[in-house]
């Protein structure tokens, strides 16, 4: 008997000090990794960042009702990399799925792509045969239609960024 409270003295001594020990090395741990982020930010190259758009014009259709009845034909620019939130003539989106972006009824025309958006701020890009990507040089805020023309080729896919 004697034999069994030694086992049982000595089994409940280990558990508390694996529990003592576990505690100690999780608050260490703990706080090294408050002290420093587990996962650092990768600097992005400079073609790969988030275009800035806060100096093109924004059409709204809001304070522009006549102009969302009408076919918006913007100038083009050729597009940097990034990895915005994006809805696609081919029905896929890109990133995280626009929640504030809806767009349809697209249509394809030699160079031109027509497509109908809908959110609070997007930007409508076309992709061409010559291999580019070019988007507006305006932005829109609402529901409009716009047609988007190739400067070389022909017009092979489409869709808008999503920058809400």
Not at 6 to 20: F, N
Not at 120 to 129: A, R, T
Request: with cysteine.
């Amino acid at each position: 008997m004697a034999f069994g409270k030694m086992l049982s003295a000595i089994g409940v001594a280990s558990a508390l000090a694996l529990t003592t020990v576990g505690t100690v090395g999780s608050a260490a741990f703990a706080a090294d990794t408050a002290a420093q982020p587990a996962v650092q930010a990768a600097a992005q190259p400079a073609t790969q960042a988030t275009p800035d758009t806060s100096a093109l014009p924004v059409i709204s259709a809001a304070e522009n009702p006549a102009l969302a009845k009408e076919i918006q034909t913007p100038a083009l620019t050729m597009a940097q990399p990034a990895n915005l939130p994006s809805v696609h003539s081919d029905g896929t989106a890109q990133g995280i799925a626009p929640l504030n972006l809806v767009c349809g009824n697209f249509s394809f025309n030699g160079p031109s792509f027509t497509e109908t958006c809908n959110g609070p701020l997007w930007q409508p890009f076309i992709d061409c045969s010559d291999g580019n990507r070019y988007v507006s040089t305006v932005l829109f805020s609402g529901l409009f239609r716009v047609r988007l023309t190739c400067p070389v080729g022909v017009a092979v896919a489409g869709g808008a960024f999503d920058l809400s």
